[in-house]
């Protein structure tokens, strides 16, 4: 047998690949492989709690909306209706996904990753080899077909026919590059004759992910791919400014700016509407006309309006009277220095008739949530189907701000954590992000005896099964094999089984040693609580822990189904049989907290 030597260029950069790369390198590799590595620049955007990775692409002429989604990445491909959300926000310069255009500037989203899922993530920009190759002319051999040339072709009529694009423009241009490649033995492109066999490549090719790298920035085919080590990240292209078309004279524009009434209008998912006029119609007579300068507007998602003045009129309209022209505008009176939170806490007085709570609460796997702020506001999402809520609440210090896993945590949640911090803007959140995945310890659940094994072994206790003891019985001496733990305190006790019954259990505690009987069907949570009071040792079973710190009053409290157990280390133990969500595991993590998971419980 004759074994093939791998390619000496890809020893050195198998050894650089990470697994988690090498794990997403499969969702694009694809099935036949050649000789070297083509690499590709990717951008880690956030959005709702994930980090996405987005393929930046610039519409090129010909493209379609369907064409450029259908082609990239696993979002489109497994929830469609999903990834039209996410590019929506990403994409905010996007006003209409149906009218693209050439040269727009795009972030493609194609996957949610976890934090740390890929090296350099945290960066924004991550660089993966997408497909191995050795050179470009050998990966046009799949996408040319032959073609017979007939009385009266010519190659620039062939190119543009046939693969696209007008003479002298970028795709024409690269056609004429990838014909002569595949066509070495024309060496007069003018000199072509009817009845010849040549090769035409086919526009295919231009859908493939690596087809720009083909081509250097003369537009010229590349003869050899660039080792990864010589490639410098590319950073990102910036988002185009697209102005806002304008809709009637007179428009009503929406403030960049800052202050206490913007920052009112974004904590509860507003706009902040303080120049030209707004035209409110009227059942009968001319539109009311709100000069916006003097009597500022928040427009909400749901269509609501909330007036702000400083006088008991508006437009030399009483209050009352505004309000009831229309069901859905709102109009309160605020001081002229009025902070964020007074703006605030009169907007949601002003709708203190509305159906509304200032709790939330729902359960995930192992864990419970209630959370509870000063105020809540909810709003359906754009697709009808999840609400998202805004949870308001103003905080005295940066230091009592919600832990920044929580927050993202929330926010795949669709919960929008908005903390106001006194006398200073709400500041926009992006979670910390840390490289490589939660650590998590685990012990074996397989069978009882080999839970109380491995938690011994987990905890530093010393455990003997089929220890001999002795006792009297019945006035003679017997000899019986049962299980000793011992818990390092001086304090020892046997665990029974079943294997012990009546008065030789009394006998045995008799001599001064506890036992501890395991019933048959007894969990493993149950198993290691009651290890722990027989012990005599201090553990909270369900532990409660708070996102922010601060009071209870407003925050987010996070319910643990487990045993948390202290220790002389100084490191908690957190010992659970279901999974926790990866972003509470960080964190726990944070409070000083290793979480220990028990395994294959379902057969216990």
Not at 10 to 31: D, E, G, M, S
Not at 348 to 353: D, L
């Given at each position: 047998m004759v074994m093939k030597?791998?390619?000496?260029?890809?020893?050195?950069?198998?050894?650089?690949?990470?697994?988690?790369?090498?794990?997403?390198?499969?969702?694009?590799?694809?099935?036949?492989?050649?000789?070297?590595?083509?690499?590709?620049?990717?951008?880690?955007?956030?959005?709702?709690?994930?980090?996405?990775?987005?393929?930046?692409?610039?519409?090129?002429?010909?493209?379609?909306?369907?064409?450029?989604?259908?082609?990239k990445g696993e979002l489109a491909h497994n929830d469609f209706r999903e990834f039209l959300g996410i590019f929506e926000r990403l994409n905010p310069h996007v006003k209409d996904i149906d009218r693209i255009r050439p040269g727009q500037v795009v972030d493609i989203p194609l996957k949610k990753l976890t934090q740390g899922a890929l090296p350099g993530q945290a960066s924004g920009v991550v660089t993966i080899p997408v497909v191995m190759i050795s050179s470009p002319k050998e990966m046009?051999?799949?996408?040319?077909?032959?073609?017979?040339?007939?009385?009266?072709?010519?190659?620039?009529?062939?190119?543009?026919?046939?693969?696209?694009?007008?003479?002298g423009n970028t795709t024409y241009s690269q056609g004429l590059e990838l014909f002569k490649a595949a066509n070495p033995h024309i060496k007069d492109l003018n000199r072509i004759y009817a009845g010849q066999k040549i090769y035409m490549p086919d526009p295919s090719i231009r859908e493939q992910s690596w087809y720009s790298a083909l081509f250097d920035e003369a537009g010229n085919l590349v003869e050899q791919i660039t080792d990864a080590e010589e490639t410098e990240p590319v950073e990102p292209q910036p988002q185009p400014a697209v102005a806002p078309a304008p809709e009637m004279a007179a428009l009503p524009s929406e403030t960049a700016g800052t202050g206490p009434a913007a920052e009112a209008a974004s904590a509860i998912g507003g706009r902040l509407l303080d120049k030209g006029t707004y035209f409110f119609p009227m059942k009968q007579g001319k539109d009311f006309e709100l000069d916006l300068?003097?009597?500022?507007?928040?427009?909400?998602?749901?269509?609501?309006?909330?007036?702000?003045?400083?006088?008991?009129?508006?437009?030399?309209?009483?209050?009352?009277?505004?309000?009831?022209?229309?069901?859905?505008?709102?109009?309160?009176?605020?001081?002229?220095?009025?902070?964020?939170?007074?703006?605030?806490?009169?907007?949601?007085?002003?709708?203190?008739?509305?159906?509304?709570?200032?709790?939330?609460?729902?359960?995930?796997?192992?864990?419970?949530?209630?959370?509870?702020?000063?105020?809540?506001?909810?709003?359906?999402?754009?697709?009808?189907?999840?609400?998202?809520?805004?949870?308001?609440?103003?905080?005295?210090?940066?230091?009592?701000?919600?832990?920044?896993?929580?927050?993202?945590?929330l926010d795949q949640n669709d919960i929008l954590i908005k903390e106001i911090l006194s006398g200073t803007p709400e500041a926009t959140r992006r979670p910390i992000r840390t490289e490589g995945a939660a650590d998590v310890g685990s012990i074996d659940g397989t069978s009882q005896k080999a839970l109380i094994d491995s938690f011994a072994a987990l905890m530093g206790f010393h455990y003997s099964p089929n220890t001999s003891i002795s006792f009297p019985y019945a006035g003679i001496q017997v000899q019986a094999l049962s299980n000793l733990l011992s818990f390092g305190n001086g304090r020892e006790i046997l665990i029974d089984f079943g294997d012990l019954y009546g008065d030789a259990v009394n006998a045995i505690r008799g001599t001064g040693l506890e036992i501890l009987q395991i019933n048959v069907d007894a969990g493993p949570v149950e198993i290691i609580q009651r290890l722990m009071e027989t012990a005599g040792m201090a553990y909270t079973a369900s532990p409660i822990f708070y996102g922010a710190k601060r009071s209870a009053e407003f925050n987010t409290a996070i319910s643990v189904n487990g045993i948390l157990i202290p220790t002389d280390t100084g490191e908690n133990r957190l010992i659970t049989e279901k999974k926790i969500p990866e972003l509470i595991i960080t964190f726990l993590q944070d409070q000083d907290i290793k979480l220990v998971r028990i395994k294959d419980t379902a057969r216990l």
């Open positions: 030597q791998p390619n000496l260029f890809l020893r050195p950069l198998l050894r650089r690949i990470h697994l988690p790369v090498l794990a997403f390198i499969l969702l694009f590799l694809t099935a036949d492989t050649y000789g070297a590595m083509l690499y590709k620049n990717y951008v880690v955007r956030y959005d709702r709690g994930w980090d996405i990775l987005c393929d930046p692409y610039q519409v090129q002429q010909g493209d379609w909306v369907l064409k450029i989604f259908r082609q046009m051999e799949k996408h040319t077909r032959t073609y017979t040339i007939q009385r009266g072709d010519t190659v620039s009529t062939l190119i543009a026919n046939q693969f696209g694009g007008r003479y300068s003097r009597y500022p507007m928040i427009d909400l998602q749901n269509g609501s309006k909330v007036i702000l003045t400083s006088q008991d009129r508006v437009m030399n309209v009483d209050l009352p009277l505004i309000q009831s022209y229309w069901d859905n505008v709102k109009a309160v009176k605020v001081s002229d220095n009025a902070s964020s939170q007074d703006i605030l806490e009169a907007v949601f007085s002003a709708f203190s008739g509305e159906a509304s709570s200032n709790h939330l609460a729902f359960d995930d796997g192992g864990v419970s949530i209630k959370l509870s702020a000063k105020w809540i506001r909810t709003e359906p999402s754009a697709d009808g189907r999840v609400p998202r809520h805004s949870c308001i609440t103003p905080i005295m210090s940066a230091s009592e701000r919600t832990h920044d896993s929580i927050v993202r945590y």
